[in-house]
């Protein structure tokens, strides 16, 4: 007949998975008729489910975890069974913490596999957003395209008009509100007055005009405002153009030469 001292330093392996062959069976079976030996079991699986849900992250694959445990735990089970050989079946519990060590090494592998686990997550993370700044450079690198074509000095400005209408005087004014972002690009304008220049004006649904920029057309009648100092968020109703100083004014100076209401 069994008694259950002689297990307890095998429950320890059983609770790891490790124990195997007769030793297993034996336990098993004494098991089945001893509440004590299962409860101090469950305790310790208790105890195991804790260790490997100490750290976050994915659980580490199933085999190999098994196989590292397997592998520290291998060394003291034959520890434990010098030590049954020469001391007397009343301290079975010396054998028992000389395990804890190998438990403490059994933990840091499980910390170590899902810490590398971790690592592989975050490179994926980075190489992700390595992926996503790529993307933003391409789409940077278009807007500055065409940001410098609508602004270089040495662009040809056409205007299309209906076949036999004289050029007129035209300025297109494209108005991002959410973002004060104000483009202006004119065309077919005569040159200005000496010591006067043209100065455009945002029209807002309330309030007095806003300066949006102040230009000279060049030798084709030619100019461009990009971006102009604006508070932020104002609603326009509508953009207009007069001359002014070349230094620009803060109110307009009538007449109003050019206006244009949103579309
Ligand atoms: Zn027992």
Known sequence: MSTHEQFT???????????????RQ???TH?????GCRLELESLRGDMALLSLSTAGPKPPRRSRERLMAAVAREPRGAVAAKRSSFPRSSPRRSWWMLAPSLVAAALVVVVV?????NSALRQQIAGMQSDAAAQQVEL???REIVSTLTASDAMRVTLVAAKTPPQPQGKAIYVRDRSSLIFIASNMPAAPPQKAYELWLIPTSGAPIPAGVFKPDGHGSATVVNPPLP??????????????????????????????GE
């Not at 098991?31 to 509440?35: F, I, R, Y």
């Not at 153009?241 to 244009?260: F, H, Q, R, Y």
């Open 114 to 118: 899902l810490l590398g686990n971790r």
């Open 232 to 261: 932020v968020g104002v609603e326009a109703k509508a953009f207009a153009i007069t001359i002014e100083p070349e230094a620009g004014s803060t109110t307009p100076t009538m007449p109003i030469v050019m206006v244009g209401a």
């Open 9 to 23: 330093d095998e429950l320890p392996l059983l609770a790891m998975g490790t124990l195997e062959g007769d030793d």
């Open 26 to 28: 034996a336990l098993e």
């Open 141 to 143: 690198r278009r807007a």
């Open 31 to 35: 098991l089945q008729e001893c509440a």
